[in-house]
């Protein structure tokens, strides 16, 4: 469910966030922000703090973004895995992204129950002499406790709406949002007992050897100065090199599923 | 395993309040897209870097991928950058700076260079790296998470210090690191008292004068590292060449230090084809340089070893010098002879040397570069390549920016010849031509490295050719054989020489070998002196040799 495609990624961005796509053809997408989204990516503050105290309406600007490596050279900003923009676009859906809670869209005008899911991705980040990223989507059923670890693979083509459609009625959940967590964050640490820790091993030996060299030289001096200066040249070391995980929060939410598809996960 | 686990706290509060609120909620595709990017931007692997391929428009070599691969892999981060000049120590800085930004363990920096280069720092990393550099000047920066490039002077001056040194910096950076090899300058002080994670010092002469240098330099990284300064200078002395002959103090910097030499980079250097081209000067034109040396050797004027070499150029050279001694000088000795001399030249047929360019150019389509040493066989070869139907345009120091432009471009498109004296330094870019003729060869190696390097760099995609014209049976041929050959000029790029010769204090080997010619009774004289010069150079190369860093990947 990773980006295949940056153009398609672009187009979307902007089309949910309101902004009218002028010209979209091979790699080259021309858009009309919104006064909002030009706050949010086109840098300029003071623009919009003096047209909003002159109480003018502003004017946003259009931009002109190119995919195809190939039309670099044409006017427009390049969009590439690495380019700024594309960066601080990632960073507003940190924010604009992080919490939500989404009905599936049902029709057919029957009445149907609505099975609440909660749903957590994780990153999970290794850090010891050198650092790693593991990514982790749960999907927990807040009823009957089942647990999903694909959980976005799976509900990436299920239309979700904000809103419960017509004749949908929701579920309560069993087991409370906060002791969901908590199975999360259980299920983690388990998890995390089965997986290769080679990486942490070799961590602790590279403290090892470098408090030797350290030792090896501060030892054989009887300074008083000496013997602050290995104190703090070995917190230093431990800071960088001590393993430990860290588990952050990309985003997460309450789903609500019909019946159906919620079974067909847990299957 | 103890493994320290920190678990998120805050989001669950957070999402609680927000469902006890009702919102404001996220909908399906920012939410999916927020999954996405989070995606986009993790490194799944411990090692490797990721930062090239955020990098497209930029093409690094491989020694500065892998130098920033070692530096994060196997140094964490703490190290000195030593690549001889020109290999591209910002580059490789910029990647390992880069690399820990992508991996979200650096956010805030500071960068103290030179201050004429704080301008040209921030344009690199910002171009080539994507990465925000701000210069401190548009306004008080420093307690802020970003990338500050600032000059050190400005970072030490009481209002700013005080602040800065109260600051966790996750990356610091000091370029041009030899100017802190002295550990009781204020600038080394500050910078010691730096709080940091990461730090990158750059340097391409990590140890200038004493091994104490680079004691200085370790301590900043990792204080204690070669213990304090007088068990240091107890255990290893001040002689810096032990930093190449110690195996254990090797050992040690090693760990602390990637130098990349030019030979050792792995750059795919094209081929260096280096030939001599022996020439035999036609029996009038022996005759002539055997009589010049007659009567050169007779006047005690200095540069009177300079005409019997510009012989062996071309007799307008020659000639032109003669004349303009005769007429500035009243009272030379033997000056009816050196006007005799002048109808001798006259007589001379066409240069050896020229009548050789002409074979070797004539029937090929491949661009040549020609270099002389003198202005006027400069004009006579451009005159005498024109007589055969070969263009040409001459080159010089002198000429004024726009015409050294001019000149090129018709190099590049129009003519098949350049011929230059001097190139004057100004690098111009003549990798699309691989042919050089060394029409005569200075005296001075460095000069040789220098000509050779405006076609044999980056960007050089053919092998070069490069052929040095000497004169069998004159002093071309003694500095040619015993010189150059034997401190294997050819071979190598020079690299090290200049550091060799000031070591030998010899400022300018081409007055030394003047010298030479000049002192000797006899040409046996001249040789053996010349024989001499070149061992004690090879003796040092050898020395120098053992400047081997090669191990440094190889261990890894």
Redesign the interface.
Known sequence: ???ENLHD?LT??F???QCEIIENQNGKLLIQLTDKMDELLMNRPFYWQYVKKLGYPGEPMKVTFITN?ERTEEDGE?I?????RI?Q??NT??S???????FEKVTGGQRTAMIPWLV????I??NG???????I?IGLQLINGAMHTKM?DEL?NI????SISDFCYTLTPIIR??SG?QRI?NYL?NY?ETVD?S???ES?D?LEEEKI??ER??F??E?SE?EN??EH?LKDLE????????????????FYLSQLKSNRIII | ?N??????EQ??N???E??NQ??P???????????????????????GLTAP?????VNFLDHQLECAQQV??EM??RAILADEVGLGKTIEAGLILKEYMI???VKKALILVPASLVNQWVKELREKF?I?AISHRKRPVWDQNNIVITSIDTAKRPQHSDIILEQEYDFVLIDEAHKLKNHKTKNYQFVRSLKK?YCLLLTATPVQNKLTDIFNLVSIL???????YD?FTTQFGRDRKKLFNDAHLKQLIQKVMVRNRRQDTGIEWTKRNVQTVWIEFSEKELEAYHQLNQITSDTSNFSSITFTRELCSSREACYLSLKKLIAENENIQNKDDYIEFLKTIEQLPHHAKAEKVVDLIKDKDEKFIIFTEYRASQLYLQWYLQQHGITSVPFRGGFKRGKKDWMRQLFQNNVQVLIATEAGGEGINLQFCNNMINYDLPWNPMRLEQRIGRIHRFGQEEDVNIFNFAIKNTMEEHVLNLLYEKIELFERVVGNLDAILADLKIDDVEEEIQSIFKESGSVGEAKIKLENLSSVISYAQQNYGEENWDGNRESS
Not at chain 1, 129 to 135: G, Q, R, S
Not at chain 2, 53 to 57: E, G, I, Q
Not at chain 2, 222 to 228: E, Q, T, V
């Open positions: 469910m990773a980006i990624f979307d961005y089309t949910a966030n490596p390049w590439h895995f690495g380019s700024p960066h676009i990632f859906l940190t604009q992204g992080k919490f939500t809670k989404l957590v991705n994780v990153k980040s290794y002499k050198h650092k790693k990223d593991e990514v989507s976005m990436t239309p979700f709406q904000n949002l906060r967590f964050n640490a995390l820790h990486w942490a091993r602790w590279h060299l350290l030289f501060y054989e001096s300074d000496f200066r290995f040249e800071a960088r090199f001590k393993p430990h995980i860290n588990i952050e929060v990309i985003n997460g939410g309450l | 395993m493994i320290q686990l920190n678990y998120d989001f669950i957070e999402l609680d927000k469902l009702d919102g909620f996220s909908s399906w595709d920012l939410f999916k897209m927020s999954y996405q990017s989070c995606l986009a931007t993790v490194t799944t692997e411990f090692k391929d955020r990098l497209p428009h994060v892999e964490s981060g991996r979200g363990l994507y925000p994670k990792k204080p204690g590292y070669l213990g304090n068990e």
